[in-house]
């Protein structure tokens, strides 16, 4: 079983930055493919980033591709997500998840945190 607690998010203007943490607790972690997800109100729970166990294998949305970087940092059973160039379309509830298995659908991952919010303004 994997632990997983977000942390970073906040309110922002547009234009600005923000990391979000994932900090996983339980099981080796760095045996476990990362992602990220939001969920904005009203719309469905959506696909933002996900890693490799090994770091590698980063995949992104194309709503967030080429401002928003995932990473890892296994010795610190720690996952990031830099997210720069923030839009207000970027507002939302965003979650990390863990899974033994790599994928870009939520229906892959079986272990989830409790979700940090993110709002930016314009």
């Known amino acids: 079983q994997v632990q997983l607690v977000e942390s970073g998010g906040g309110l922002v203007q547009a234009g600005g930055s923000l990391r979000l943490s994932c900090v996983a607790s339980?099981?080796?972690?760095?045996?476990?493919?990362m992602a990220w997800f939001r969920q904005a109100p009203g719309k469905e729970r959506e696909f933002v980033a996900a890693i490799s166990w090994t770091g590698g294998g980063q995949r992104y949305a194309d709503s967030v591709k080429g401002r928003f970087t995932i990473s890892r940092d296994n010795a610190k059973n720690t996952g990031y997500l830099q997210m720069n160039s923030l839009k207000p379309e970027d507002t939302a509830v965003y979650y990390c998840?863990?899974?033994?298995?790599?994928?870009?659908?939520?229906?892959?991952?079986?272990?989830w945190g409790q979700g940090t919010q993110v709002t930016v303004s314009s």
């Open positions: 998840a863990a899974d033994s298995r790599y994928g870009l659908v939520s229906t892959r991952y079986a272990h």
């Open positions: 339980g099981r080796t972690f760095s045996s476990y493919a």
